[in-house]
C-alpha cells in the first residue's frame, strides 16, 4: 500500500486505541451496571446515594398552602390551578422550615408570564387550556399583573 493511504489509517487507528484507553481509565465500573434496557445503559449505580443527599429545592404546592390556604383557595379555583406555587415563586428549599429564603419574591415582569401565554405561531401549537397572547400587541407597556391577578387570571382590576 501507499503510504498516502497508511498514514491516516495509523492516524485512525491510534485515535481509536486513545479513545478506548481514556475510556478504559475515566468510565466508572459501576456504569452500566443494569444492562442494556435500563436508561439506555446510561447509569451509575454510585449517583442514586449522591441524588438521595441532593438537597431538595421543590417542595411543591401542598408545602404552600399550609400556611397560604387564602391564595391555595383561590389558585385552586382558578385556570392556573395545575400550576405549582414555585413555577412563578421560584424553589422554596427551606423557607417554611427556617424562613430562608424570607418572602419568596416574584418575578413582576411580562417574560414570566409569557413563558406559557406567548403566542409562539406555529401550526398546531395553540394550548386551549392556556390562552395565548400576541406580546408584541397585547399591552406592550404594562406588566400583567396591572390587569391580570396571578392566583385568579380572570380580567379584573388588581387592588
Given amino acids: 500500500m501507499k503510504s498516502h493511504v497508511l498514514r491516516p489509517l495509523w492516524v485512525a487507528i491510534a485515535f481509536v486505541a486513545l479513545v478506548l484507553l481514556a ?3 475515566l468510565v466508572p ?6 444492562g442494556e434496557s435500563f ?5 451509575r449505580a454510585g449517583n442514586v446515594q449522591e441524588w438521595k443527599d441532593f438537597p431538595v429545592k421543590f417542595r411543591g404546592t401542598a408545602v404552600c398552602v399550609d ?3 387564602e391564595n391555595g383557595e383561590m389558585l385552586a379555583a382558578s385556570p392556573h390551578a395545575a400550576i405549582q406555587c414555585e413555577n412563578c415563586h421560584g424553589p422554596g428549599r427551606d423557607h ?3 424562613g430562608e429564603p424570607d418572602v ?3 418575578d413582576r415582569g411580562r417574560a414570566l408570564c409569557l413563558r406559557c401565554h406567548a403566542d409562539l405561531g406555529y401550526a398546531g401549537t395553540s394550548r386551549a387550556a392556556i390562552p395565548s397572547i400576541d406580546p408584541v400587541r ?4 404594562s406588566a400583567c399583573i ?3 391577578a396571578p392566583h385568579n387570571p380572570d380580567l379584573e382590576e388588581m387592588e
Fill in 23 to 25: 475510556r478504559y481509565f
Fill in 29 to 34: 465500573d459501576d456504569f452500566g451496571v443494569h
Fill in 39 to 43: 436508561t439506555y445503559n446510561f447509569y
Fill in 67 to 69: 400556611c397560604h390556604s
Fill in 96 to 98: 417554611p422550615e427556617t
Fill in 104 to 106: 419568596m419574591i416574584l
Fill in 138 to 141: 397585547h399591552n406592550v407597556d
Fill in 146 to 148: 396591572e390587569c391580570h
